[in-house]
């Protein structure tokens, strides 16, 4: 099964060249690595057009600045994989994060898998949590968890989905924060099975001021945060687990 690898990159010339080498060192090597260029005015455009030369699974798309999100519907317009995985630009991959991840899909035909991760602020590097405890869920005990903020976490970068789960899925343009949490919401509403392996792969690096959470406005960033809040609400209103 091949992956699709969607990169969102805006001005991350500092640590995209070590971003791409850990996916293009993956263990797992049947990927389709999109970089989406979102009107970088730094090194990054060129960076990325220097790995689409050395590597034929690079693709790239230069825009102009729309958004994290614009960026990975634009991703997921061009995608071509089984799966699809989501990455951001200043972090990195264990070497063999794809192959785990691939191996859970297969194992218990899951519609997604996903993995712990490393949260690295500078030369602290805390594990969250790599117990190498694995656990399947059925839909409504993953809901459970995503909306509870119990086990795993609602980012993207961590998962691989199934092309066919996402189907038409597209990310919300007017949402600058908690976008991810809502676009895993619907995921794992659709999702029969998901499986998640408790083995920190993905390395989450801390850059301060760097994030969307630190250069989106304080007002913007709870008007979207009770937006996500009242949609998810809103959805599950009618089910057993609107009192989660």
């Known amino acids: 099964m091949k992956i699709s690898v969607v990169v969102a990159v805006y001005n991350s010339e500092q640590y995209l060249p070590e971003c791409i080498d850990s996916i293009i060192r993956q263990t797992y090597q049947d990927l389709e690595i999109i970089l989406v260029d979102d ?4 090194k990054s455009s060129d960076i990325c057009d220097h790995y689409e030369k050395i590597d034929k699974r690079i693709r790239v798309i230069h825009q102009m600045n729309q958004g994290v999100s614009a960026a990975r519907n634009c991703g997921l317009d061009l995608a071509t994989g089984d799966l699809i995985s989501f990455v951001d ?7 063999d994060m794809y192959e785990l991840l691939v191996d859970l899909i297969e194992k218990y ?4 898998a996903h993995c712990g991760y490393k949260h690295i602020v500078g030369d602290e590097i805390r594990l969250v949590h790599d117990t190498k405890e694995v ?16 086990l795993f976490v609602g980012s993207l ?7 066919e789960l996402i189907g038409d899925l597209k990310f919300r343009l007017d949402l600058k924060i908690n976008e991810d949490i809502l676009y895993n919401f619907e995921l794992f509403r659709k999702a029969d099975m998901s499986v998640f392996a408790d083995y920190a792969k993905y390395n989450y690096i801390a850059h301060v001021n760097s994030s969307a959470c630190f250069i989106t406005p304080s007002e913007k960033k709870m008007q979207d945060s009770c937006e996500v809040n009242r ?7 009618d089910t057993p687990l609107r009192k989660i």
């Not at 035909?109 to 997604?112: G, M, V």
């Not at 970068?157 to 092309?163: F, P, R, T």
């Open 89 to 95: 630009s200043d972090d990195t991959l264990d070497e």
């Open 157 to 163: 970068w961590n998962k691989i989905y199934k092309k």
């Open 39 to 42: 009107g970088s005015t730094d």
């Open 231 to 237: 949609h998810i609400y809103q959805e599950l209103s």
């Open 135 to 150: 656990v399947v869920q059925e839909q409504d005990e993953a809901l459970k968890c995503l909306v509870g903020g119990h």
């Open 109 to 112: 035909h899951a519609d997604i």
